[in-house]
């Protein structure tokens, strides 16, 4: 049986990660990071001696094609494509506020 993870726990891995949780979600969170994390212990178990590290359990190869330099496009095609411009800039909503 995992360890339960206290209330205090959960809010903390919540702040951490900028949520914001109800004390009904708190609760639940509780057991299921729990589970969570005794899966990890699980897996620790397995003995991985002689078992190189690899990023994918299959070859992978690229698909991507060779990176070769072409010719941009000009200002006045690039604008073109634009939905809204100013002067000669691309106009985009403010991300961060006013």
């Keep these: 049986m995992p360890e339960i993870l206290s209330a205090d726990d959960v809010?903390?891995?919540?702040l951490l990660t900028h949520l914001s949780l109800t004390d009904?979600?708190?609760n639940s969170m509780r057991s299921q990071l729990s589970t969570?994390?005794?899966?990890?212990?699980t897996l620790q178990q397995v003995d991985t001696s002689g078992?190189?590290?690899t990023g994918s359990p299959t070859?992978?190869?690229?698909v991507m094609r060779d990176d070769e330099p072409i010719p941009s496009l000009s200002r006045a095609e690039?604008?073109?494509n634009a939905p809204h411009t100013e002067d000669d800039y691309v106009r985009v909503?403010?991300?961060?506020g006013t």
Excluded: I, M
């Design 59 to 62: 070859d992978v190869s690229t």
């Design 36 to 41: 969570v994390l005794d899966f990890f212990q």
């Design 78 to 80: 690039t604008l073109a």
């Design 24 to 26: 009904d979600e708190v």
């Design 51 to 53: 078992v190189e590290p």
């Design 93 to 96: 909503l403010p991300v961060l």
């Design 11 to 14: 809010r903390y891995v919540a």
